[in-house]
């Protein structure tokens, strides 16, 4: 088995937040309103990323499944009748995306997150999913300790309400140095020009 | 999705590291050798271990496989001609089995692994499988770190060389405590009785 | 030396978090202003916290000052016409004080916070200090991640502005359940009586 | 306070691990006559090291004394009639070494250790100290598993027995690449023409 499987090396990498989720609970129904558009956004910016070679990362809950995998995971739901399918059909991975099983909300905390993305030499992060204002925010800030640039897209991530998804958003542009512009204005060749300080 | 899936709480833990593993790397043919009388034993604790109700765990190597998931790496390792597919048929996963994916030698680096066990409730871990003073020893060193109880049943473990292999038990036995008693002579439901240091 | 050193054992523990601090920085000036009437808080609750036996942690930064210890930069902090001097001598540390210093925003990354807390048997977290939507945030995010309870009384915490000290409490008590009562309202006796789901 | 204070770059860097140690435990005494003339080695390796502008860092245990600091535990090693003195005094930490104080056996474990070598720039590693199958090996092993590259001079280790420090020096050639040369035999300037695999 080939230990050193080649990488697609890029300084900047998109991560899709617990995107895949059932949505089967308490609050699941307001924040399936605002995921419906936010998957949308999503999706588009998923295409134009992978047409500038920037590798795509599904960072999500294990949702407490121990004993499956990821690939049971979507196959669950996007099943019919669940809250969450028609966002985890718009962006059900393809062959070449990576994923990282989360045991808790930072994609960081006890994954391989970290080491995968310097083997990737990724030095900027495209934060989107769900919700702004716990498992995204819980990675911008894993990801701030650690030295990377962060962009989380305001129309990229969503929250039960609204007001939470904005005060999220001013902590992480507050705190973080996050950029928050809306995923039609970012313009992915210029991410490539500087490296962020993590190093 | 059922956040708090009921996981089986149990005072032992049997990890199984690395046994699902195609052996095709330099010295995987000297390996083998070891690894086959190795993989017996160890398929005899796991059918003891089950029986008692101890929760059985696979720490494997996701050989940079970062896109495939633990079921494609069965399958692979598991195929015509690959030469560790007579253990990683002995020992193939069972659906209550659990399992964790490490990039690197020791199990609990960038993994979910010490969360799982605590939530498990384990405080002593049965360690087992590949290679001896490689990952069963990064691993042990981990877990000890963490104030686990150890055991490496000295047939349930191999390495490339028999001298590496009594050297790296001598060395658990020494620096982590860790009892190396061999599989037939641990009594499990002894374990059950006084808990480990782990606090 | 005395590996073994007994540690005051309780399920309760006060962290002050980065109070000791010149606060010579780009908006110290406007923090003082919040953190001088945060500081008397502060005091009295670690007093009243002393009383009932809870272990006090200093939760500090370095500063970036690698080469130099704790005690160094409390002197450095209390110094004639530093601006956090009232504070960093109004909140000195005493002999039985327990200290960490943190390299970054969270006291739990790279440093042994979680495994004093573990050795002290601390389940419950009372957060203080500096700042809020900062320092504090991040503490309490890795703490939830951890499973303690969380209690950041909003009298003992300060921010640069009013409006994102609350936004930050806001945010602890939505997305980690912190209790953010101020603190001549919490019974510290009450606390002991049920443990957290830290285990 | 600058939290930008410059560290001293450079892409290897002198590990002193438990040096600073009162050796008033059990196999003490076994292990005093070997780390005397260990000591001698290190220190003349530290002056060349230091002239060659390599940064030294002291890796130590805290003992358990989490109220004391660096400063305190240097005294209290260096004392009258303590086992321990001689090496203390030996290799007694200068105003411009770094230190690091460690809870557990391995340098790395809830330590700031990985992210001061990163902000150093660090990329090869000399370890030294005590005791070669114990903290030298634990820190040696976490070392690989960040890609560092990693040296650990034969005559600047020391174990309570010789069979268990070459045991552990044969354990670190092959398991960790490391390479266990005298320390008289390094050419210090060598090691800066090539960096090693950490990223």
Redesign the interface.
């Known amino acids: 088995?080939?230990?050193?499987?080649v990488?697609h090396e890029c300084p900047v990498a998109l991560l899709l937040i617990d995107v895949i989720?059932?949505l089967?609970?308490h609050e699941g129904e307001k924040l399936v309103e605002h995921a419906m558009p936010m998957a949308r956004h999503i999706a588009q910016l998923k295409r134009e990323a992978k047409k500038s070679g920037i590798p795509c990362l599904y960072v999500n809950d294990?949702?407490?499944?121990?004993?499956s995998?990821?690939?049971h995971l979507v196959a669950?739901?996007a099943g019919d009748e669940v809250r969450g399918a028609p966002i985890a059909r718009e962006l059900a991975p393809q062959?070449?995306?990576?994923?990282v099983?989360?045991?808790?909300?930072?994609g960081f905390?006890?994954?391989?997150?970290?080491?995968?993305l310097?083997?990737l030499?990724a030095k900027k992060l495209i934060l989107c999913g769900l919700t702004t204002?716990?498992c995204v925010?819980?990675t911008a800030?894993d990801a701030?300790?650690r030295g990377f640039e962060i962009l989380v897209p305001a129309d990229c991530c969503a929250a039960v309400a609204k007001h939470?998804h904005l005060?999220?958003l001013?902590?992480m542009r507050?705190?973080l140095k996050a950029d928050t512009t809306a995923s039609a204005q970012i313009e992915l060749e210029q991410l490539f020009e500087k490296n962020g300080s993590h190093?």
Chains 1, 2, 3, 4 share one sequence.
């Not at 088995?1 to 499987?5: A, F, K």
């Open positions: 088995m080939n230990d050193n499987c990488l989720n059932d089967e609970f294990n949702f407490g499944q121990w004993q995998d990821f690939k669950s739901c062959q070449d995306d990576y994923f099983l989360k045991p808790r909300h930072s905390f006890q994954t391989p997150l970290d080491l995968l310097q083997n030499r204002d716990s925010l819980f800030n701030y300790l939470r005060g999220a001013g902590q507050r705190t190093d």
